[in-house]
Nanobody, 128 residues
Framework: QLQLVESGGGLVQPGGSLTLSCTAS????????VGWFRQAPGSGREGVSC????????SYAPSVKGRFTIYRDTAKNTVYLRMNNLKPEDTAVYYC?????????????????????WGQGTQVTVSS
């Protein structure tokens, strides 16, 4: 059973940066499709960024494009979300998710239901 753990959240001022990490136990993240989602208070969960199983396709929500970067460190079996120029509206609990057999390419952004495994989330608060 794949278990995901997010880390790296915290409190940051507007314009600041954070890097979130998603690590796995009970299996690997290499060669898996991985997505980052977030949920703000009173809102539904939204997709932020995703990468396909070979890492050659990445997608971003319009609200974070140009500010966030998703990338893998295969040696560490970890997927990261680098977040720059953070805004108060980025405040949310951030979740990583992984799929065992999802395969896609291009700009496709998988839905929540396409990921089988989820972490518990890490809080990101952007405030002065």
């Amino acid at each position: 059973q794949l278990q995901l753990v997010e880390s790296g959240g915290g409190l940051v001022q507007p314009g600041g940066s954070l890097t979130l990490s998603c690590t796995a136990s009970g299996g690997g993240l290499n060669s898996r499709a991985v997505g980052w989602f977030r949920q703000a208070p009173g809102s539904g969960r939204e997709g932020v960024s995703c990468t396909n199983s070979n890492g050659r396709s990445t997608s971003y929500a319009p609200s974070v494009k140009g500010r966030f970067t998703i990338y893998r460190d295969t040696a560490k079996n970890t997927v990261y979300l680098r977040m720059n120029n953070l805004k108060p509206e980025d405040t949310a609990v951030y979740y990583c998710a992984a799929a065992l057999s999802l395969d896609y390419s291009g700009s496709y952004f998988p839905t929540e239901s396409e990921y089988e495994f989820w972490g518990q989330g890490t809080q990101v608060t952007v405030s002065s």
